[in-house]
């Protein structure tokens, strides 16, 4: 896939995701996908917990529930002192630790709710509205809305106000495009005023 320069913003550089290496059983969490094998098919972690093992009287400290696709919870055991493939959600950037990255990542997705215009005296405010389930972005000039991209268009999807959103901004005076990093924001921002599974698949 080509990149863009959207690709090397810092909002796109923390946002979660999967990242793969191996640890021992004893370090495994609960939400990683986990490899029991070399040609199995990864399987989600659950609840992990210290349980009776089954026939016996000894006690199993490493009891997991384990989930493939969208099969039924199973349950099953690990070894603590295996090591074993996984893939883990969380938010890597080099020399900066979790808190850090975890502190900068809400403060910047805070910023979304408003995406400055470089040059401009202006910014896009990306709105949801949950009862007609429809996308818009407002534009807001020196403190006060100025109008709003997506009030007929009925935009169900939140890539749609982008496509016309140079036009729209023409239409209002502002007569350059947006930029990539720019266009990023909106989005992730339209995806963030949505919330729910919309913005989990954006950042997990």
Known sequence: MMRTAADETEVYRLIPRLKAFTVKGADVQPGDHLYQYKHQAG??????????VPGGTEWDRYRVNFRQADFPWGYGSISPLVEYPVQRSGVYVEGWSPEDCDKRRNELFEELRRVELDGEDAELRPIFDPDRRT??????????LAATHGTTDNFRYSEEPLEAIDAFLSEQGITRAITDDEAFRVRAGLKYARGGMEWAAFTG
Not at 43 to 52: E, L
Not at 135 to 144: C, P
Request: charged share 20%.
């Open 135 to 144: 996308y818009s972005v407002q534009l807001w000039k020196a403190g006060e």
């Open 43 to 52: 399987v989600r972690v659950g609840a992990m917990w210290c349980g009776r």
